[in-house]
């Protein structure tokens, strides 16, 4: 698929408040720090599209762009994160399952994970959450830039048999770097097919 427009539209905390098109839509959750915003920019071949850091904690709201005037593109706060203080991230997880329980043009969600790292509970647990939901998921890994192709291979190899201990099925899966650009087609190519769903 070819990126023909990238815009931005909306922040907020508030579903109700997201825009109204009936359009599908594609939401990056998270980890804090895990690449989601900079996924974003890779994905639309911009640089700054969505606002990123090397700080944990940055994207604060619901953040909407419009791609190629017909589909969604969400970036969202990450989870996971512990310097910020209790109540907000109560605040946090009250808009966030808002989200994904209200918005009715979510198409599929993705979970992204830093390929590096050993399956953490907390992003399983939010795969289990997207589950009961009957939220369609898949899981793109990041920052592949950081590992060998073996590495990477052992380290997705492992996280598949671990989700193979909770679901029947393997979720679709990708290998991404922003950095490098790689994994662009792909996920883009599987957005394109749901969208033609
Ligand atoms: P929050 O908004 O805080 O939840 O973070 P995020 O998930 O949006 O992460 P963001 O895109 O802001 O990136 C966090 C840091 O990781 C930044 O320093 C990025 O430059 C770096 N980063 C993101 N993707 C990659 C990647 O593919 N490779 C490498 N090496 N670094 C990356
Ligand atoms: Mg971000």
């Known amino acids: 698929m070819d990126i023909k427009s990238a815009e931005f539209v909306i922040s907020n905390s508030d579903v109700a408040k ?4 009936p359009i599908p839509e594609y939401a990056f959750i998270g980890r804090s720090n895990v690449g989601k915003s900079s996924l974003i920019n890779m994905l639309t071949n911009r640089k700054s599209l969505a ?9 604060q709201l619901i953040n909407h762009f419009v791609i190629n005037n017909n589909w969604y593109l969400v970036d969202l706060p990450g ?3 512990a310097k910020v ?6 605040k946090f997880q009250k808009f966030i399952t808002n989200y994904f329980e209200q918005r009715k043009q979510l198409a599929m969600a993705y979970v992204l ?4 790292h050993e399956p953490q509970p907390i992003d399983l647990e939010f ?3 997207l589950g009961i939901n009957e939220i369609p ?12 192709p073996k590495a990477i291979e052992r380290q997705v190899a492992h996280y598949c048999e671990v989700l193979l201990k909770t679901w029947e099925e393997l979720p679709p899966y990708f290998i ?7 994994g662009q087609d792909e996920v883009l190519n599987f957005i394109d097919a749901t969208n033609e769903e």
């Open 137 to 148: 998921f898949g899981i793109i890994f990041t920052k592949a830039d950081k590992l060998k």
């Open 85 to 90: 203080s209790k109540s907000s991230k109560k």
């Open 127 to 129: 795969m289990t959450y």
């Open 79 to 81: 989870y996971g994160y």
């Open 176 to 182: 991404t770097s922003s950095s490098k650009k790689i």
């Open 18 to 21: 997201c825009p109204q098109r």
């Open 51 to 59: 606002k990123t850091s090397g700080r944990p904690g940055k994207t």
């Open 113 to 116: 994970v830093d390929v590096r």
